[in-house]
């Protein structure tokens, strides 16, 4: 700062830096399922950053916000795949705990059943998000919708991508006023104070 190198720079080295530390979070928790003999299901699954992580924003210190979206697995390793990526979640939230990262007080992280899903769960969740509109949903609105994928099948995240655009699209009215209004009732900062 110092020296007037661009934030967008300093923020790109220190999401590149997240982004390297985060990798190897998963790479270790993989090793480490593996030793324990966890069934692994063999699907394609993404690593997503949210909120300012997400949005490569991340400058100082923050906690973590993360989730995990796999495939949808057979109706016979659905429990299989839901142990083994939860298992994986709080294996990387640990890890990166003890590297510096605070847990989010709010618990949206890949640790937490509720973020930790198949395609088809996530689709339901962001479907009932834009769809029936609350203070809730524009809030989790808020968290979700800024995710990137960091390890993992970029498709996926994609593939949510594209489903999360349609849904707007068809029922942009009803979600735009409650974002407008959650917009609107958090002012923005107009001067130092």
């Known amino acids: 700062l110092q020296q007037d190198v661009s934030i967008e720079f300093i923020a790109d080295i220190i999401t590149e830096i997240n982004d390297t530390l985060i990798q190897k979070a998963i790479q270790i928790s993989k090793e480490r399922l593996e030793k324990e003999q966890v069934p692994n299901p063999n699907l394609k699954w993404v690593w997503l950053s949210l909120g300012s992580e997400g949005r490569g924003e991340q400058l100082l210190r923050t906690d973590q916000d993360n989730a995990i979206l796999y495939e949808n697995p057979k109706k016979e390793d659905i429990e299989i795949a ?112």
């Open 82 to 193: 839901k142990k083994y990526f939860l298992k994986l979640g709080q294996y990387v939230v640990d890890i990166l705990v003890e590297s510096g990262f605070e847990r989010c007080r709010g618990d949206i992280m890949a640790s937490n059943p509720k973020w930790n899903q198949s395609m088809s769960e996530w689709k339901a969740s962001f479907s009932s998000w834009l769809t029936k509109p609350s203070a809730e949903a524009v809030m989790h609105g808020n968290i979700f919708f800024d995710f990137r994928s960091g390890y993992g099948d970029h498709n996926l995240a994609d593939e949510l991508s594209e489903f999360i655009f349609k849904i707007i699209d068809e029922s942009e009215s009803r979600f735009s006023m409650f974002f407008v209004k959650d917009t609107i009732d958090a002012p923005a900062p107009l001067s130092f104070f």
